[in-house]
């Protein structure tokens, strides 16, 4: 009745051998690149978030980093510092850290922002807006989320198809052309 | 159909989009299920709204996954602006240039007026005639007397002709704030949320009709909550 924790009841049956478990070949949930570890804070400047290392496969902008201008390319871009002008990365992802100040037209293949956005958001596949979110600009993306609490100010455009098997359709929004500093602002 | 025709005489039952199958007509108002609540005015705000292909919506409260896919999956583009929040955030931030601007710099306390038309300087910035649906919730008991005029003018050059505009009043003041997310066609969640202001006047019928005066045409619901949905058609 009370036996050693380690002491097995012997059996009869032969031991039959447990396979290891088979990871099934399930298509990975999308989710934002892992946020890199924050670096060290100057005293003026409050202490950023702490985060977890990102994959090495990511691009990294971190806390304390300002780039004002144009990124483009083909690597996943998580962002923690601020970032100003155009970023364009339209196979990749672009993920916004809860540190991440941008200022800039973004077009990618995925979208995510739990930090503060202000310009146009264009996504291939899909976007995502956590809690801690800041956006305001225009998005045009064939799969929003949204969490509660997300500060969202602007323009929402996405388009489904009318078969629901069939991927929405992603809509070019090419007629809008708002300035990111025009928050609000619609020209279409 | 000419949508920016389109009335329906009173107390007539909304047409359906299936012949010969008549949607019922208004069910009690207000009639709450946890925190949702039967909302009269959301159904003949989308039947105003509905003929218009891939039509413009304005939510003037936080936006919602739920009440982004409600008008996703029906084809309508949305706009959202949490008017409430950036009006507090607009306050807040008068009160620290008053108070960290230098004496005698000529920075005076603005009057009401002139806080609400600065206040509009970059809320609801939008091209005129661009949307087919504004949903306001319960926002104007929430503005003060000058700003509430201010934001409905500003709506009215918003909506296109035809579209319409759907409000709600409390009859007396709310018990707690609430932000508010569309279940489906007819049913409105009622999300508690932290005050963000103050409920600031109860409206009477005549000072609404006055305050949408721009507005060709209106219609209200009452509820058991003594909540009035009023929509309001330019």
Redesign the interface.
């Known amino acids: 009745m009370w036996r050693k924790p380690n002491e097995v009841k012997p059996s009869s049956q032969p031991e039959i051998p447990v396979p290891a478990a088979v990871k099934s070949e399930e298509p990975k949930p999308w989710a934002p690149a892992a946020p890199p570890q924050a670096a060290p804070a100057a005293k003026s400047v409050p202490e950023p978030r702490a985060v977890a290392p990102a994959p090495s496969n990511v691009s990294r902008i971190s806390a304390g980093l300002k780039i004002q201008g144009e990124i483009s390319g083909t690597a996943d871009l998580y962002i923690d510092g601020d970032v100003q002008g155009k970023i364009r990365v339209s196979s990749a992802s672009v993920t916004v850290g809860p540190n991440g100040r941008v200022q800039a037209e973004i077009d990618a293949r995925q979208i995510s922002v739990e930090g503060s956005v202000q310009g146009n958001l264009k996504a291939s596949e899909r976007s995502h807006f956590g809690a801690s979110s800041k956006f305001a600009g225009s998005v045009s993306s064939p799969r929003?989320?949204?969490?509660?609490g997300?500060?969202?100010?602007?323009?929402?455009?996405?388009v489904?198809s009318a078969s629901p098997e069939k991927p929405a359709k992603f809509e070019a929004s090419e007629s809008d052309n708002l300035h990111p500093a025009?928050?609000?602002?619609?020209?279409? | 159909m000419n949508w920016m025709a389109k009335t329906r005489p009173a107390g007539a039952v909304p047409a359906s989009a299936a012949p010969g199958k008549p949607t019922p007509g208004p069910v009690a108002s207000g009639a709450a299920n946890g925190n949702s609540r039967v909302s009269n005015g959301l159904k003949e705000f989308l039947w105003l709204i509905g003929d218009v292909p891939r039509g413009r919506v304005l939510d003037l409260g936080p936006i919602y996954q739920s009440t982004l896919n409600f008008f996703v999956e029906k084809g309508y583009r949305v706009s959202s602006e949490d008017i409430l929040r950036a009006w507090k955030d607009f306050l807040t931030a008068e009160e620290e240039r008053l108070r960290t601007a230098p004496v005698g710099d000529g920075w005076d306390k603005l009057s009401p007026s002139a806080l609400a038309a600065k206040f509009l300087e970059n809320a609801l910035q939008y091209q005129a005639e661009s949307f087919h649906g504004v949903l306001a919730w319960d926002l104007f008991d929430y503005f003060d007397p000058e700003a509430a005029p201010r934001i409905v003018e500003r709506l009215s050059s918003l909506v296109h002709p035809g579209g319409a505009v759907l409000a709600l009043f409390h009859s007396r003041p709310a018990e707690r704030f609430h932000r508010y997310r569309i279940i489906d066609k007819q049913n409105v969640e009622l999300v508690p949320a932290s005050t963000i202001a103050v409920h600031a006047r109860v409206f009477q019928n005549r000072e609404l009709l006055d305050l949408f005066s721009s507005f060709r045409s209106s219609k209200s619901f009452v509820g058991r909550d003594q909540v009035r949905e009023a929509l309001f058609v330019k």
Request: hydrophobic letters at 35%.
């Open positions: 929003i989320g949204i969490d509660d997300a500060n969202l100010r602007g323009k929402i455009e996405t489904r025009a928050v609000g602002a619609d020209s279409e």
